[in-house]
């Protein structure tokens, strides 16, 4: 499969807590991109980080990669109950001109009130 | 465009009919890209378009389906003699330039009777 791996499937909060979510994949990449799915808005892109970066804050959202792991993690802090969605990582790998994102299978978040 | 508008966001068909999937991208953008999502799945690449012709067309499953973008605009996804199995929703993404972040617009669902 082509597709990253992500962990937790599932994850399941009380609003105010932290919710991490992780991402690997398997070869080096040029970037790495965070989005968001529910169904009121669709496909959210969240946050790219690029392959020379570390760390990268957007709001309550925290990103860092781990190119020698070959993972990232995802971040929300003080969640609410709008985080509710789903979490997708996609990666741009290196080779050649190639410029495709490959999925991960996505975290299921459910932040409760 | 405001946003990546698809048409028509659902369709039901017959297995073995013809089906044309239209994607209107965000006004500018000049890479294209079409994925199908199961449910439960991450979204799997199909095509990636650069200005009208497809840069990367590794994903199409087969040779029923195919994808044109004459103007570099408009991009439509035709599947021949569909199959149940096609049955997905289809997702259309727009960005800048190929491999940076990605507007979705809201898929197609199509269902495979």
């Known amino acids: 499969s082509q597709q990253g791996e992500e962990d937790p499937q599932a994850l399941s909060i009380q609003e105010g807590e932290n919710a991490t979510m992780n991402c690997s994949y398997k070869t080096s990449i040029n970037n790495l991109q965070w989005y968001r799915q529910n169904s009121g808005r669709g496909l959210v892109h969240l946050i790219l980080?690029?392959?020379n970066e570390r760390e990268k804050h957007s709001g309550r959202l925290r990103v860092t990669l781990d190119t020698s792991k070959k993972s990232s993690s995802l971040l929300i802090t003080a969640s609410r109950a709008a985080d509710t969605a789903s979490y997708f990582c996609a990666v741009r790998y290196n080779a050649g001109n190639n410029r495709k994102l490959i999925w991960g299978l996505g975290t299921s978040l459910a932040v409760n009130p | 465009g405001a946003g990546v508008s698809q048409t028509p966001s659902n369709k039901v068909t017959e297995k073995g009919k013809y089906v044309e999937l239209r994607c209107d991208p965000i006004?500018?953008?000049?890479?294209l890209y079409w994925y199908r999502q199961s449910l439960g799945q991450g979204p799997e690449f199909l095509i990636y378009f650069q200005g009208t012709g497809a840069a990367d067309d590794s994903g199409l499953p087969n040779d029923r389906f195919f994808a044109v973008r004459p103007e570099g605009s408009v991009s439509t996804l035709k599947i021949q003699r569909t199959e149940r199995g096609d049955s997905a929703v289809y997702l259309c993404?727009?960005?800048?330039?190929?491999?940076?972040?990605?507007?979705f617009g809201p898929g197609t669902r199509l269902t495979v009777t």
């Open positions: 993404a727009s960005s800048l330039i190929g491999g940076s972040e990605q507007y």
């Open positions: 980080i690029r392959s």
């Open positions: 006004s500018g953008h000049t890479a």
